[in-house]
């Protein structure tokens, strides 16, 4: 465009700005929730028409074009779509209603001018190269991930939640590559080595859950209840599919039955396909018609634990609960995101029960979200559930355990307080009111006010916008032997801020024989357990019998004494698990020695009969055994913390209790003995009864005695890390765990000069793409073996956080700094975590300081107990 022309578009410009009645200000970088509210306001009725063309070297650019079709309310101000690609994408050609448009580029954004609109419909086509950082692309496939607003890193597009669009896809692709998206192919044709697909216009859906994939899977087809579904992988065990593939069809039929039936809503979506990539970020992806998964989730070796079969059907659940809470319905913006994943995680737990009838699903919603909301929420770094977000490029930050597991747990206290049948009809009406469109936390609350006597909204304000959790005790007066008077108190943990958190609590009194449940509404800071009075003293008050009620809940001297040395008296699971929950916050309260903890699990492995126990209990050893005891005291512990592993492993019948035990003393072996033993396990030379070991077995194994190598608890047999990791490469028959283990292998290495090169080749985005192979590198670097010659790469991995927030995907920075920080206990390394903290640049996000702040906390407590 010659210079007059640009001057006369600029004048337009600032006629058509002054005409709207301000200054027209060149959007920010990101997506500002001015610029989202601005466009929600004029632009409906979207559409694109995207083809892209994706070239077999996966470095070769992949060039697109976009048809984007939309009804403006008023052109008298220039409008941006957002398109930030990295350095492989950029824009060609813009054109709108056929005409050339000189549209500026700023911050990310493309400002099409006021005058080349027009109120009513437009038609804007842009020739472009495609970003790739959000399309994971490899040599012979790739997939997108867009959550939370990433899709315009690869194509232009509004990227913002509340401008749902219709979309129409055409990849061409290298033949033979196999490729799935929202829509439903409707055609395939190849020539010259190349395949083009077309798919189907989609539902409404989000920018953040348009998705596609392509290259070499292979595909399993099924069908269930009338529906076809899909099933792509790269699995290359054909065993492992053959045992797997109809258990995943078959749990995706149920949750699809089951979200049917509760919703009164049809699946929403038409076709139904997923795919399993090794090595996903997340464990699944909700993409309407395309769920992603990550494969090890949902390809279970033989080795697997209840728990993982639980975990199974718990992701397929959630991400198939999505497709009506969150796809169908969604938050109006990111600050609600929550609200999609706590129903989802909602649902799940009610959908999963059915399936496995032989577990007290009580008991695993308190050890599958208690545990981890708590390890956030009793921190300084905690955060509320609903956090304000004033651009999308934060939103990545607010995810985390509060959302996926305290969320759960303040949902089920609401449903509880409205009503389970009343809760249900509120949803539907929720569901049916938005479909297609979008919802915020404070309009779900307003619908359920309505049908209930309580007020949701003072009940919403402290649990949902305040972080922490209330400070629970109790005061016991004894007369007589009997029960003068039980108080049960509360309080704030932010003293100037003295919130009341309401909920209903169960006390329970244990005696010699039995257990008494007194359930109690803790409504005001003081409450009076007035069933208690006059009943006989007990040996112990446990002040959440059913674990149901939520937060730092205090065992008093007596209760605390008795349950540290008799937990495992209990005979309900659910009462002992939570008071092994208890002990475990009085542990890191410093009103518990860890060696009486350690003491107690050893005492307790051997009773415990349920295999959810067996497993928290290990959980606990684990900790307490790595972070809250001296490696001189360790040494001294191993022996025996090793052979209660082992006649654990032994004395389960079957499999799955049987890799708990397992999993766990590879984890911690120590001794010679059991090292070579393990050695001899990893060479196939020792079988274990009734445990089939599989691949990735093996692999963490190898990990394992590669560390132990190195650091000298070796026997020289075994002393070779370099010997075993080659060997595992060279018998890793999967193509993906073999590239994974050949990038961690350098972490892995007995020669700190080489662990180090590899810390510092992180610094480079690029080899930072796959971040479940860094994290596991990373835990290796810092294992607690190796503290010492690694805790110089602590500060730097801190100060590399920013970075790492920018071009990781959303649970990277929290899992960074916690595989940064999880081997250390010492005082000195809890200094340069607050040394990090003290001296933040001006600026630093707030969210991310928290994230160090709760990844932290055990590294503080432990440093507390030295
Ligand atoms: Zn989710």
Same mark, same amino acid.
């Given at each position: 465009?010659?210079?007059?022309?640009?001057?006369?578009? %600029?004048?337009?410009?600032?006629?058509?700005?002054?005409?709207?009645?301000? %200054?027209?200000?060149?959007?920010?970088?990101?997506?500002?929730?001015?610029?989202?509210?601005?466009?929600?306001?004029?632009?409906?009725?979207?559409?694109?028409?995207?083809?892209?063309?994706?070239?077999?070297?996966?470095?070769?650019?992949?060039?697109?074009?976009?048809?984007?079709?939309?009804?403006?309310?008023? $052109?008298?101000?220039?409008?941006?779509?957002?398109?930030?690609?990295?350095?492989?994408?950029?824009?060609?050609?813009?054109?709108?209603?056929?005409?050339?448009?000189?549209?500026?580029?700023?911050?990310?954004?493309?400002?099409?001018?006021?005058?080349?609109?027009?109120?009513?419909?437009?038609?804007?086509?842009?020739?472009?190269?495609?970003?790739?950082?959000?399309?994971?692309?490899?040599?012979?496939?790739?997939?997108?991930?867009?959550?939370?607003?990433?899709?315009?890193?690869?194509?232009?597009?509004?990227?913002?939640?509340?401008?749902?669009?219709?979309?129409?896809?055409?990849?061409?692709?290298?033949?033979?590559?196999?490729?799935?998206?929202?829509?439903?192919?409707?055609?395939?044709?190849?020539?010259?080595?190349?395949?083009?697909?077309?798919?189907?216009?989609?539902?409404?859906?989000?920018?953040?859950?348009?998705?596609?994939?392509?290259?070499?899977?292979?595909?399993?087809?099924?069908?269930?209840?009338?529906?076809?579904?899909?099933?792509?992988? %790269?699995?290359?065990?054909?065993?492992?599919?053959?045992?797997?593939?109809?258990?995943?069809?078959?749990?995706?039929?149920?949750?699809?039955?089951?979200?049917?039936?509760?919703?009164?809503?049809?699946?929403?979506?038409?076709?139904?396909?997923?795919?399993?990539?090794?090595?996903?970020?997340?464990?699944?992806?909700?993409?309407?018609?395309?769920?992603?998964?990550?494969?090890?989730?949902?390809?279970?070796?033989?080795?697997?634990?209840?728990?993982?079969?639980?975990?199974?059907?718990?992701?397929?659940?959630?991400?198939?609960?999505?497709?009506?809470?969150?796809?169908?319905?969604?938050?109006?913006?990111?600050?609600?995101?929550?609200?999609?994943?706590?129903?989802?995680?909602?649902?799940?737990?009610?959908?999963?029960?059915?399936?496995?009838?032989?577990?007290?699903?009580?008991?695993?919603?308190?050890?599958?979200?208690?545990?981890?909301?708590?390890?956030?929420?009793?921190?300084?770094?905690?955060?509320?559930?609903?956090?304000?977000?004033?651009?999308?490029?934060?939103?990545?930050?607010?995810?985390?355990?509060?959302?996926?597991?305290?969320?759960?747990?303040?949902?089920?206290?609401?449903?509880?307080?409205?009503?389970?049948?009343?809760?249900?009809?509120?949803?539907?009406?929720?569901?049916?009111?938005?479909?297609?469109?979008?919802?915020?936390?404070?309009?779900?609350?307003?619908?359920?006010?309505?049908?209930?006597?309580?007020?949701?909204?003072?009940?919403?304000?402290?649990?949902?916008?305040?972080?922490?959790?209330?400070?629970?005790?109790?005061?016991?007066?004894?007369?007589?032997?009997?029960?003068?008077?039980?108080?049960?108190?509360?309080?704030?943990?932010?003293?100037?801020?003295?919130?009341?958190?309401?909920?209903?609590?169960?006390?329970?009194?244990?005696?010699?024989?039995?257990?008494?449940?007194?359930?109690?509404?803790?409504?005001?800071?003081?409450?009076?357990?007035?069933?208690?009075?006059? %009943?006989?003293?007990?040996?112990?008050?446990?002040?959440?019998?059913?674990?149901?009620?939520?937060?730092?809940?205090?065992?008093?001297?007596?209760?605390?004494?008795?349950?540290?040395?008799?937990?495992?008296?209990?005979?309900?699971?659910?009462?002992?698990?939570?008071?092994?929950?208890?002990?475990?916050?009085?542990?890191?309260?410093?009103?518990?020695?860890?060696?009486?903890?350690?003491?107690?699990?050893?005492?307790?492995?051997?009773?415990?009969?349920?295999?959810?126990?067996?497993?928290?209990?290990?959980?606990?050893?684990?900790?307490?055994?790595?972070?809250?005891?001296?490696?001189?005291?360790?040494?001294?512990?191993?022996?025996?913390?090793?052979?209660?592993?082992?006649?654990?492993?032994?004395?389960?019948?079957?499999?799955?209790?049987?890799?708990?035990?397992?999993?766990?003393?590879?984890?911690?072996?120590?001794?010679?003995?059991?090292?070579?033993?393990?050695?001899?396990?990893?060479?196939?030379?020792?079988?274990?009864?009734?445990?089939?070991?599989?691949?990735?077995?093996?692999?963490?194994?190898?990990?394992?005695?590669?560390?132990?190598?190195?650091?000298?608890?070796?026997?020289?047999?075994?002393?070779?890390?370099? $010997?075993?990791?080659?060997?595992?490469?060279?018998?890793?028959?999967?193509?993906?765990?073999?590239?994974?283990?050949?990038?961690?292998?350098?972490?892995?290495?007995?020669?700190?000069?080489?662990?180090?090169?590899?810390? $510092?080749?992180?610094?480079?985005?690029?080899?930072?793409?796959?971040?479940?192979?860094?994290?596991?590198?990373?835990?290796?670097?810092?294992?607690?073996?190796?503290?010492?010659?690694?805790?110089?790469?602590?500060?730097?991995?801190?100060?590399?956080?920013?970075?790492?927030?920018?071009?990781?995907?959303?649970?990277?920075?929290?899992?960074?700094?916690?595989?940064?920080?999880?081997?250390?206990?010492?005082?000195?390394?809890?200094?340069?975590?607050?040394?990090?903290?003290?001296?933040?640049?001006?600026?630093?996000?707030?969210?991310?300081?928290?994230?160090?702040?709760?990844?932290?906390?055990?590294?503080?407590?432990?440093?507390?107990?030295?």
């Amino acid at each position: 465009m010659p210079a007059w022309s640009l001057l006369l578009s %600029r004048l337009f410009l600032l006629a058509a700005s002054a005409q709207s009645g301000g %200054r027209f200000l060149d959007p920010d970088p990101g997506i500002s929730q001015a610029l989202a509210q601005e466009r929600a306001s004029r632009v409906s009725d979207v559409r694109y028409d995207l083809a892209l063309t994706v070239p077999t070297d996966p470095k070769a650019r992949i060039t697109g074009r976009e048809v984007v079709t939309f009804t403006l309310r008023d $052109a008298g101000a220039p409008l941006s779509l957002d398109f930030a690609p990295n350095q492989s994408g950029r824009v060609l050609q813009i054109q709108v209603d056929g005409a050339s448009v000189d549209a500026r580029q700023v911050n990310g954004h493309i400002v099409l001018p006021g005058p080349a609109l027009r109120a009513g419909s437009n038609r804007v086509s842009i020739d472009f190269e495609a970003g790739d950082a959000p399309l994971n692309r490899n040599a012979d496939f790739l997939y997108t991930i867009f959550v939370p607003a990433r899709a315009h890193e690869a194509l232009p597009c509004f990227d913002q939640p509340d401008l749902k669009a219709r979309w129409t896809l055409a990849l061409d692709v290298p033949e033979g590559w196999a490729t799935l998206a929202n829509g439903a192919e409707t055609s395939s044709a190849s020539r010259d080595h190349r395949t083009r697909v077309t798919f189907a216009e989609t539902q409404p859906v989000s920018t953040y859950l348009f998705a596609f994939a392509a290259g070499k899977f292979a595909v399993e087809q099924a069908e269930r209840h009338g529906r076809a579904m899909r099933m792509f992988h %790269r699995e290359t065990d054909a065993k492992k599919v053959a045992r797997n593939r109809d258990a995943i069809f078959d749990l995706h039929a149920s949750a699809l039955d089951w979200m049917q039936r509760y919703t009164g809503i049809p699946y929403p979506f038409g076709k139904f396909d997923f795919l399993l990539v090794p090595a996903f970020q997340f464990g699944g992806m909700e993409h309407p018609g395309a769920i992603f998964y990550n494969a090890s989730g949902l390809f279970l070796d033989q080795s697997a634990t209840q728990n993982d079969r639980l975990e199974r059907a718990s992701v397929i659940s959630h991400e198939t609960a999505h497709m009506w809470f969150g796809d169908l319905v969604t938050m109006r913006w990111f600050d609600d995101v929550w609200l999609k994943e706590v129903f989802a995680n909602f649902m799940a737990a009610k959908i999963v029960n059915p399936s496995f009838p032989a577990i007290n699903h009580e008991l695993r919603f308190l050890l599958d979200y208690y545990p981890a909301a708590y390890d956030v929420d009793r921190t300084e770094g905690s955060n509320p559930i609903h956090q304000p977000l004033a651009n999308l490029n934060e939103a990545g930050t607010l995810y985390g355990n509060i959302i996926y597991d305290k969320a759960p747990i303040v949902m089920r206290q609401l449903e509880s307080l409205v009503g389970a049948d009343m809760f249900r009809d509120g949803l539907r009406d929720y569901l049916e009111r938005f479909s297609f469109g979008n919802a915020t936390w404070s309009e779900l609350i307003r619908l359920l006010d309505d049908r209930t006597a309580e007020d949701l909204a003072a009940w919403s304000h402290a649990w949902v916008d305040e972080d922490r959790r209330p400070v629970v005790t109790t005061e016991l007066a004894v007369e007589n032997a009997r029960i003068a008077r039980l108080t049960l108190n509360q309080r704030d943990p932010d003293r100037r801020r003295g919130l009341v958190w309401t909920q209903q609590i169960d006390v329970a009194l244990g005696y010699r024989d039995r257990i008494e449940h007194i359930p109690t509404p803790l409504k005001a800071p003081s409450v009076e357990v007035a069933a208690a009075r006059g %009943r006989p003293a007990p040996l112990f008050i446990l002040p959440n019998g059913r674990g149901i009620a939520y937060g730092d809940i205090h065992l008093d001297r007596a209760s605390r004494d008795w349950l540290s040395a008799n937990v495992f008296r209990i005979g309900d699971p659910l009462t002992r698990a939570s008071a092994w929950l208890a002990l475990w916050e009085s542990m890191l309260d410093g009103e518990l020695e860890p060696s009486r903890l350690m003491e107690l699990a050893l005492e307790s492995l051997p009773l415990e009969t349920d295999e959810q126990n067996v497993e928290e209990i290990l959980r606990e050893l684990r900790v307490v055994y790595w972070r809250f005891t001296s490696a001189r005291a360790r040494e001294a512990l191993a022996p025996r913390v090793e052979r209660v592993l082992r006649t654990g492993l032994n004395r389960a019948r079957t499999q799955s209790p049987k890799g708990a035990f397992f999993a766990t003393l590879r984890i911690v072996a120590l001794t010679r003995p059991t090292i070579e033993w393990l050695t001899s396990v990893w060479q196939e030379r020792t079988r274990i009864r009734g445990l089939t070991l599989a691949e990735t077995d093996h692999i963490a194994l190898a990990q394992e005695l590669a560390i132990r190598a190195g650091s000298g608890a070796a026997s020289s047999k075994s002393n070779d890390w370099q $010997a075993i990791v080659s060997a595992q490469i060279d018998r890793t028959k999967d193509p993906d765990r073999k590239a994974q283990l050949t990038f961690v292998m350098p972490a892995l290495s007995a020669d700190p000069e080489e662990r180090g090169r590899f810390f $510092a080749s992180l610094a480079e985005v690029a080899n930072r793409r796959h971040e479940p192979w860094v994290l596991s590198a990373l835990r290796a670097i810092h294992h607690p073996l190796r503290g010492e010659s690694s805790e110089k790469y602590v500060a730097p991995s801190l100060a590399m956080l920013r970075d790492i927030q920018r071009t990781g995907d959303i649970f990277f920075p929290k899992r960074w700094t916690d595989a940064t920080l999880g081997g250390y206990s010492s005082p000195a390394k809890a200094e340069t975590v607050r040394s990090f903290l003290m001296n933040l640049p001006d600026g630093y996000p707030d969210r991310l300081r928290r994230i160090v702040l709760s990844a932290a906390d055990d590294l503080f407590r432990s440093a507390r107990t030295k």
